[in-house]
């Protein structure tokens, strides 16, 4: 699998489930992965945790994220993924959230490169399907352990490496600092370097492509409520910037394509998960409501979303 020339959409716990995924694939996402599932989660319970490995074959290539911090529970666990279909297998050393950092998984890694390396290692042995990881800068200031870090994971076969260049102190606050991505991808210049953080608009993808040398880029928050971003992106990296600056586009589609789009989305998400989809609608149409007048109005009312009925009376409203 090519990793190369691509736009993918990020990891996001709660957000990229299987529904919103294909709706990003849609308009022009070209890789999408699952939001991360506990490895140790999935060998025990995988039922429960395979629910969040739910996916349709209209989302290929589709790959599945994984956090843990022992070798033998992550290769048994991406046997798993392998097992169910998936494309590839991601590994989250990148989380700063203290629940997962506090077993040593996630963002925790890499303070051991080591560690790191034979995970990949033991990942790489064991799925049969390619693995990539996803890192941050390091774990603080003064310990910007990436390139230790991705060195340890391409000699154990990764085939491409995702860079947030945040450390786990900054969780998301300042700006991602894109000169590690361009240190990295000069590091290794034959390896697969994805670059991630602060793509939020038109311009953004082909500035990182330009400015750091990476490979692809990957979009996380500009993507809620936005799944159009990926069509912005694909034509501005397809038509480079004339003389007169960046080609300008419209932030959105036309109000029919946007409407037509929503009432889908949650239809599909009432589909599959009965009452429970409507409340996880409510988060998603905060975020489509974003930009537009009156959208501090339409907010106030979305605690009334609470069947298919009450949802396409208010979108159709707003939207
Ligand atoms: C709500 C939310 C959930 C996230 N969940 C995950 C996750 O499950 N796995 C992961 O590797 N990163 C996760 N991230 C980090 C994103 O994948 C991405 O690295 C980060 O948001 C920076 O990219 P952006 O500036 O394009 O959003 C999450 C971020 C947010 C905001």
Partial sequence: MDFRGKLILAPLAGVTDTTFRRLCRENGADIVVTEMVSAKGLLCDPVRSGRYLAYEEAERPVGAQLFGADPGEIAEAATEVA???FDFVDINMGCPVRKVTGGGSGAAILSN???AGEIARAAV???GIPVTAKIRSG???EKETYLAVAEELFSAGIAAVTLHPRHRGQM???TADWTHIAALKRAFPGETIIGNGDVRAPGDAARMLSETGCDSVMIGRAAMGNPWIFALLTREIALPAGPAGPIPFAPFPIPEARRALILRHGEEMFLRH???GMKEMRKHLAWYSRGIPGAAAFRAELPK???PDSFRTVVGRFF
């Fill in 83 to 85: 097992r169910r279909g």
């Fill in 172 to 174: 998301f606050e300042g």
């Fill in 125 to 127: 042995r064991a799925a």
């Fill in 305 to 307: 979303v609470a069947d």
């Fill in 139 to 141: 774990f603080g200031t």
């Fill in 274 to 276: 009965g009452e429970h």
């Fill in 113 to 115: 490169p080591r560690l």
